[in-house]
Nanobody, 116 residues
Framework: VQLQASGGGLVQPGGSLRLSCAAS????????MGWYSQAPGKQRELVAT???????NYADSVKGRFTISRDNAKNTVYLQMNSLKPEDTGVYYC???????????WGQGTLVTVSS
């Protein structure tokens, strides 16, 4: 499975970004996809996940600001990030968890910097 993430960049506080992650080479129709962030000097943390059935889960820190969605036909997951804060800065990694096999796959990460 290959995961290709895109959409990171530099944005001012209060701004918005949309991340995308396309999965290929898998064939895992039942899975959970999501985004994790890693700030400098900190561990990787959950941002949001979405199952192939559409059930979502968010970190408390992003509830009401971020929206995760997916297009199963395109094997792509999106993260719409609004009202960004400096503490949202970090490398955002796309993840695919294959529900049946338990396998975890990671994308290469995309940098999000929130700064004035």
């Amino acid at each position: 499975v290959q995961l290709q993430a895109s959409g990171g960049g530099l944005v001012q506080p209060g701004g918005s970004l949309r991340l995308s992650c396309a999965a290929s080479g898998g064939g895992f129709s039942i899975n959970r996809m999501g985004w994790y962030s890693q700030a400098p000097g900190k561990q990787r943390e959950l941002v949001a996940t979405i199952t192939s059935g559409g059930t979502t889960n968010y970190a408390d820190s992003v509830k009401g600001r971020f929206t995760i969605s997916r297009d199963n036909a395109k094997n792509t997951v999106y993260l719409q990030m609004n009202s960004l804060k400096p503490e949202d800065t970090g490398v955002y990694y796309c993840n695919l968890h294959a529900t049946v096999t338990g396998g975890d796959y990671w994308g290469q990460g995309t940098l999000v910097t929130v700064s004035s």
